[in-house]
């Protein structure tokens, strides 16, 4: 961690993958892969489903689109059979972490901080100022 900042990155929480059909895609983990699955979770705040794959020391995240202003769907009109769609980083103080990042000129997609899946807050980073990946940052 540089001295002067006052927060740190952690560990790779989850990767994100956007799926035309989730319920194909959670028995590929389930039944093929044989990799231990979460439910199906609405996340109406999100504007997505969401199901996780237990992988250890990190998890995958399969997406489907909720309702018609999915963030998602206009990622799945140009990837058809879905795709990689965010990776998740662990941070230890988000506040911090949005304030130095904003003032080094990284987009955060909210204007705060909103309650992610695992019922901690989470900020996405524009994906064109991330070598063209969409981030999202939760915090630990
Ligand atoms: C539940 C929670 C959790 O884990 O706790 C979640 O993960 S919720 C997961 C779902 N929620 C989110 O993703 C929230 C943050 N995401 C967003 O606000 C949006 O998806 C954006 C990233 C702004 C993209 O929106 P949209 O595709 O409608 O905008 P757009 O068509 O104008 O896209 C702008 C440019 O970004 C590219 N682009 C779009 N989505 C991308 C992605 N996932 N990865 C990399 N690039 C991406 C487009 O191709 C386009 O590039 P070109 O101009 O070069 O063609
Ligand atoms: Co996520």
Redesign the pocket.
Known sequence: MHLLQKWSIGKLN?V?MACPDIDKATALYRDVLGAKVSEKHP?PE???Y?VFVELGETKL?L?HPYGDKS?????LE?NKSGGM??I?IEVDDIEEAMKDLKSKNIRL?SDSARI???GKP?V?L???DCN???V?L?QA
């Not at 963030?71 to 990622?75: L, N």
């Open positions: 989850h994100a996340q999100h504007g997505v969401t995240e997406l963030p998602i769907s206009g990622f140009k769609h965010h998740c997609l992610g899946a695992h989470v996405f524009h994906p064109k063209g990946v969409l999202e939760e």
